[in-house]
């Protein structure tokens, strides 16, 4: 399998991504934002990709909406590699970002860079997305160094859901706010090329947006950041149980999907499905001995 994306064409790179900062344009009108979706399989990356999606995301959240776990936390690497494949098949343009899954970059950072490199090596990833702020900055830093772009992701981590108490929204202290501005400054002081706001207040979005040189890819922290991403399933209404605020959903995916497995059933159970159209046939002069040879 080749896992080097052809460049050119509209590619979206990782230098690209950074040019979309707000603010660097060399035109010096605001670029474009980001705009960042995950994917789990190959027809959804192509639809995405065909779509102009500019990044997509392998994430772990696929522990939830794929495979109904109630946290991301028991997702394997076995399992992130698995879809990142898929999603390689049908990428061509977006940058195609992995993430590395609860315990595979928690212990001996040796053992994470190498679970990096096989995102990169055995799946086709093109970036890496680690979660956590000033903890995280030599970890970081080892895997650019190894030559892996890292996306950051500070604010609400779904891996530390325990240590959180739940899926809450951070930041909305002064203190956990400068903390969250602390944990901004570290990610990119580390040398990642973007990083994703999750659930934190407007204002705090904002303010590290306007700080940071590196692009911010929002996930309910509101409108400035420099980009956006959502969970597709939340998009298309293919997700079950709390939904939250941020999550607007564009289409009732789950409705159809409903309503034809149930028009299915009816029809099969009708006898209306399959018709005679849609069955295989043999001429009519060979059915004779068709039959004869059973005899
Ligand atoms: O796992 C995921 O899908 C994510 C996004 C919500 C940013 O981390």
Same mark, same amino acid.
């Given at each position: 399998m080749s896992v080097v994306p052809s460049t050119g064409n509209g590619k979206v790179t990782v230098p690209s991504i950074l040019e979309r900062k707000s603010g660097v344009s060399s035109q010096n009108s605001s670029p474009a934002k980001i705009t960042c979706l995950t994917a789990y399989d190959y027809p959804t990356a192509r639809l995405l990709d065909e779509a102009g999606v500019d990044v997509l995301?392998?994430?772990?959240?696929?522990?939830?909406?794929?495979?109904?776990?109630?946290?991301?936390? !028991?997702?394997?690497?076995?399992?992130?590699?698995?879809?990142?494949?898929?999603?390689?098949?049908?990428?061509?343009?977006?940058?195609?970002?992995?993430?590395? !899954?609860?315990?595979?970059?928690?212990?001996?950072?040796?053992?994470?860079?190498?679970?990096?490199?096989?995102?990169?090596?055995?799946?086709?990833?093109?970036?890496?997305?680690?979660?956590g702020g000033e903890s995280r900055m030599d970890l970081i830093a080892r895997i650019v160094d190894a030559e892996i772009p890292v996306m950051g992701h500070i604010g609400l981590t779904p891996q530390?859901?325990?240590?959180?108490g739940g899926f809450r929204v951070q930041g909305k202290t002064t203190e956990a706010g400068e903390q969250i501005l602390r944990d901004a400054r570290a990610v990119e002081a580390a040398g990642a090329f973007s990083i994703?706001?999750?659930?934190?207040?407007?204002?705090?979005?904002?303010?590290?947006?306007?700080?940071?040189?590196?692009?911010?890819?929002?996930?309910?922290?509101?409108?400035?950041?420099d980009g956006q991403v959502l969970v597709i399933h939340d998009l298309l209404g293919l997700s079950f149980g709390h939904k939250p605020k941020f999550a607007r959903r564009y289409a009732d995916v789950g409705e159809i999907?409903?309503?034809a497995a149930a028009?299915?059933?009816?029809?099969?159970?009708?006898?209306?499905?399959?018709?005679?159209?849609?069955?295989?046939?043999?001429?009519?002069?060979?059915?004779?001995?068709?039959f004869a040879q059973r005899k």
């Open positions: 995301l392998v994430g772990d959240s696929l522990g939830m909406v794929v495979l109904g776990y109630e946290s991301t936390l !028991p997702v394997t690497v076995e399992e992130m590699l698995h879809c990142t494949r898929a999603v390689r098949r049908g990428t061509r343009h977006a940058l195609l970002v992995a993430d590395m !899954p609860y315990g595979s970059y928690h212990d001996d950072p040796a053992a994470a860079v190498r679970h990096a490199v096989r995102f990169v090596k055995e799946a086709g990833a093109e970036a890496v997305k680690i979660e530390s859901v325990n240590a959180f994703v706001l999750e659930s934190i207040p407007r204002e705090l979005a904002a303010r590290i947006t306007a700080e940071l040189r590196i692009p911010t890819i929002g996930i309910g922290a509101g409108p400035d950041c999907i409903s309503r028009e299915y059933c009816r029809d099969v159970q009708q006898g209306s499905f399959p018709s005679d159209e849609e069955s295989y046939h043999v001429r009519a002069e060979k059915v004779g001995s068709l």
